[in-house]
């Protein structure tokens, strides 16, 4: 965490040691993602072709059995495909800078840089109500699949409805459904904790304490 901290958006500032334990811990995760999603694709009864694609890859193998040989090891098809996905979301995420395309009259955080092959993936500006981190996880688990919308509703597929609950942290910004933006889940009612005064109108924007 030390060295994730101070290494500048151009990956200078730390010893290359440092920096390929960063970069490989980062991926490492990003791995445990792509696996897992895919071990979930298999087990409802999903191919790598009608299954949720993480980042936009298709899984490389779907089901417990296609991820994890015999052997208790993760087979070559699904590390190739982890590979391929670790690289390609590390390159668009990584470094974690803001990035505001200034060309567009108005966007939010789930507006791509060009398509979901662009590096860097997202040049939106994150407003207050933007869900930053449901944006994120539906496209590193879910891959922008249309069957998770970011709309706050609630289908009818179960299988759907796992994936909303793996892409939402359930974390809401207003009790309120219609002052949320891109949140994959309804806020609950039931939350106390759960909810955040409107901003001010003029500066400084922060909600009144309470």
């Known amino acids: 965490m030390n060295g994730y901290n101070a290494t500048a958006p151009t990956f200078a500032g730390v010893d290359s040691t440092t920096l390929n334990a960063v970069v490989g811990e980062g991926k490492t995760v990003l791995k445990a993602i792509y696996l897992g999603t895919c071990v979930i694709d298999g087990e409802a009864g999903f ?34 495909g982890a590979q391929a996905y670790a690289d390609k979301v590390f390159g668009q995420f990584e470094p974690d800078v803001m990035r505001i395309d200034t060309s567009i009259a108005a966007s939010n955080y789930g507006i791509p840089c060009g398509d979901l092959t662009s590096a860097p993936l997202l040049c939106g500006g994150r407003g207050l109500k933007d869900d930053t981190i449901d944006v994120t996880y539906r496209y590193l688990i879910g891959g922008l699949d249309a069957r998770a919308p970011l709309d706050g509703g609630s289908g009818v597929d179960p299988t759907v409805l796992q994936l909303q609950a793996l892409i939402s942290d359930g974390v809401q910004y207003s009790k309120t459904a219609s002052k949320n933006v891109d949140n994959a889940t309804a806020p609950d009612p039931k939350n106390t904790q759960q909810g955040h005064p409107e901003p001010l109108a003029t500066f400084p924007y922060s909600a009144t304490p309470f």
């Open 47 to 80: 191919t790598a072709d009608t299954g949720f694609k993480p980042a936009g890859l298709k899984c490389g193998a779907v089901g417990k059995a296609g991820v994890i040989g015999s052997d208790g090891k993760i087979t070559a098809a699904a590390g190739s």
